[in-house]
């Protein structure tokens, strides 16, 4: 069965410092994976996605990237966070689209990381 | 642009009582149209996944309707449960697009 892992759980740091959060995958080849951005009482953003190694489609502008060196791995990074960076992160993966780009699948989500920059 | 739209906002119901969730939506071309139940501090988990020629889907306490032609889907919790609380949201999907909707909080009180 597939499973998905975030790491950390939680996280605060301040306004300035870097930020690395991991994201990795279990049990499929080849998926869709997501980067998404929930702040406090709003809907969920989509960050990223990623089609393939190395391939990433950014949504929105923002201080944030992210990577896909490994198959079944999804990192989301800053160099200098800012306060708006605040919130709950969730990685996801789908089985890949017929258009090779984010598939409408179903999306499987991770726990999540709850950030808080000060 | 592609919107989903969902209501009411939050909800409060007691327990063992059913309740409704709208979802409107303007998504061309659509593809498919999910509901997704998160739990306070947990990423989202698939409730149903209708297509264009589905009117209706169940899990368990959960039904959801689609109507194509008004662009609407409901979901219907019956005989609710304090483990029904959480944020419901609706997700279309186009060509190569999710549209996600800000979701409904669902508060069910003893």
Redesign the interface.
């Known amino acids: 069965s597939q499973t998905i892992h975030q790491w950390p759980a939680t996280l605060v740091q301040p306004v300035g410092s870097p930020l690395s959060l991991e994201c990795t995958v279990e049990g499929t080849s080849n998926p869709n994976l997501y980067w998404y951005r929930q702040a406090a009482g709003r809907g969920l953003q989509l960050l990223f996605y990623s089609v393939g190694i190395g391939q990433i489609s950014s949504e929105v502008p923002q201080n944030l990237s992210a990577s896909r060196p490994q198959d079944r791995q999804f990192i989301l990074s800053s160099k200098k966070l800012l306060l708006s960076d605040s919130g709950f992160y969730l990685c996801a993966w789908s089985a890949l689209g017929l258009a090779g780009g984010p598939s409408t699948d179903t999306q499987y989500f991770g726990p999540g990381t709850r950030l808080t920059v000060l | 642009k592609n919107q989903v739209e969902q209501s009411p906002q939050s909800l409060i119901i007691l327990e063992g009582k059913n309740c409704t969730l709208q979802c409107n939506y303007t998504v061309s071309p659509f593809?498919?149209l999910?509901w997704y139940k998160q739990d306070t501090?947990?990423?989202?988990?698939?409730l149903t996944?209708m297509t264009f020629s589905e009117n209706t889907k169940s899990n368990g306490r959960y039904t959801a309707t689609l109507d194509a032609d008004t662009k609407q889907s409901s979901l219907h919790i019956t005989a609710s449960q304090l483990s029904d609380s959480a944020s419901y949201?609706c997700v279309v999907?186009?060509?190569?697009?999710?549209t996600?909707?800000?979701?409904t909080m669902l508060l069910v009180s003893p």
């Not at chain 2, 501090?41 to 698939?46: A, E, I, Q, T, Y």
């Not at chain 2, 996600?100 to 979701?103: L, Q, T």
């Open positions: 593809s498919n999910r501090g947990r990423g989202p988990v698939s996944i949201i999907g186009g060509y190569s697009t999710l996600f909707g800000k979701g």
